[in-house]
């Protein structure tokens, strides 16, 4: 049976125009020919240097792209594809106040990205992770509708959230802009970069360490036998410190700790944590890329 739910930190916006694939694909981390209204992609916007700006899902619908974003993060990604824009023949709309994010747990898994049309939206596998489930962007009043498609029961956003942290999947919150770099996150595993595409924002830093198998630290999923502490605290490693700490719910967690002590006990004020790869991420050591 599904589980359902509304993904109210989640926003929508659209970018259309005749030259908006020319103008995504020098920009964002994956491959805008796999776009179509058939699938859907993740993707990324880095610095120039390499580090994460924003993450989002594409799909087309109707000629244009729909973005699926974070909703604190909207108004700075449209800010900042506004200044790329310059002249070319792209618009933007914001469809926040009128569009609705919502994901499906449990159900018909399809092709990773697998799109169709729905309830006057879209729906998607999400590309990143088949025990993600689908994703489902619809027109708000077309909510009700849409949920009443599957049969199962309605969750709130709180147990999705612990899902994807049981999944090892890191979330916007976990993703800091301007300093994490996307392959310590994992995003290289979860679908979100293209690394034949050719030239996008912070290509060349990324390829490079993607080449040379330089990634030193990952996030990876924490569990303590007692309720974890805030977000920023310190991981560590007997007295050296090997990592932080960054979301929580109750006894799971997500840290980005560094694979080099991983062979020696972690804590996290004072609590001892237990990490793991999760079986969509290889068992790396230090310095592995992938």
Known sequence: MARVCLLPNRSVFQISGPEAKSFLQDLVTNNLDLVSPDKAIYTCLLTPQGKYLFDFFLVEKDGAYLVDCDRNAAPLLLKRLMFYKLRADVQLRDFSDSWSVGSVLDNEVLDAGAARAFSEGVLFQDPRLAALGARFLVPTEKVGEAIKGFSGSTIDAAEYERHRLLLG???HEDLQPDETFPMEANLDALNAIDFHKGCFVGQEVTSRTYRQGKVRKRMLPVTCDSPL??????VMADDRQAGELLSSQGKIGLALVRLDRLDKPLTVDGLHIDTRFPGWLPRL??????
């Open 169 to 171: 999947v890191p979330g």
């Open 229 to 234: 502490p805030a977000t920023g605290t310190a």
């Open 285 to 290: 050591v230090a310095g592995d890329a992938s």
